[in-house]
């Protein structure tokens, strides 16, 4: 499979705890996103990377998340101290740098309890 | 502040119909239009995009209308089959800034 793969698909968690999310891009694409989505709404941009350099952040982005990609290939997304509020589709998209063109991957849906 | 408005919320179309869904912007700096089509579970699709210098945009089935001095775009599904039951949302973005900003999205439902 050569789109973007997310893990885990689900996730449930207990109000509190840390989870993290792992996005692999298509392998040639050196522009990754994380998006979130909540129920009958539009993905919402948390944060881009182009390469292993976290270039712009959303305001959503509190600083309970915090996003990386250590070798600019895959990217993980943690959320501390996770609230009820934090339950969405968590999405990752990626794309070269020299088009917009972004492509999603299936997403993480997380629910916190 | 909604910067791209989608319309109608939800759309019920007979099959062999014409499914249009409508959007529109604020931010003239916006200079990519795309539309993205989601199956329920699944992340959205790149369907079709449009760049203002042109008014129209057609692939196979799916056609983006462009009206730069409205600020509108839409999409115009032809042919509708039970399959494109999906969600569809717009989205915009400009260069130099790589994040899209997407509409509320579009519910289809195409009747057999």
């Known amino acids: 499979d050569t789109g973007v793969s997310q893990d885990p698909r689900h996730k449930i968690t207990k109000r509190g705890q840390n989870v993290t999310f792992r996005c692999d891009p298509i392998?040639?694409?050196?522009?990754l996103y994380w998006y979130r989505q909540t129920l009958g709404q539009g993905p919402e941009f948390l944060t881009y990377?182009?390469?292993?350099?976290?270039?712009?952040k959303s305001r959503l982005l509190s600083d309970r998340f915090s996003a990386e990609r250590p070798k600019g290939s895959f990217s993980t997304l943690e959320i501390q101290r996770t609230e009820q509020g934090d339950s969405a589709m968590y999405l990752c998209?990626?794309?070269?740098?020299?088009?917009?063109?972004?492509?999603f991957g299936q997403g993480t849906r997380l629910t916190v309890v | 502040q909604q910067q791209v408005k989608q319309s109608p919320q939800s759309l019920i179309v007979q099959k062999g119909g014409i499914s249009i869904i409508n959007c529109a912007y604020e931010?003239?700096?916006?200079?990519?239009f795309p539309w993205y089509q989601q199956f329920p579970g699944k992340g959205p699709a790149l369907l079709i995009a449009?760049?203002?210098?042109?008014s129209e945009k057609k692939e196979g089935r799916f056609t983006i209308s462009f009206n730069k001095s409205a600020k509108q775009f839409s999409l115009h599904i032809m042919d509708s089959q039970p399959g494109d039951s999906a969600t569809y949302f717009c989205?915009?973005?400009?260069?130099?800034?790589?994040?899209?900003?997407f509409g509320k999205g579009t519910k289809l439902t195409v009747n057999p």
């Open positions: 990377f182009q390469n292993e350099a976290q270039l712009e």
């Open positions: 989205a915009a973005t400009q260069g130099g800034s790589e994040k899209l900003v």
């Open positions: 998209a990626s794309s070269l740098a020299s088009t917009t063109e972004a492509f």
């Open positions: 931010n003239t700096a916006f200079d990519y």
């Open positions: 392998s040639e694409h050196n522009r």
């Open positions: 449009i760049r203002p210098d042109v």
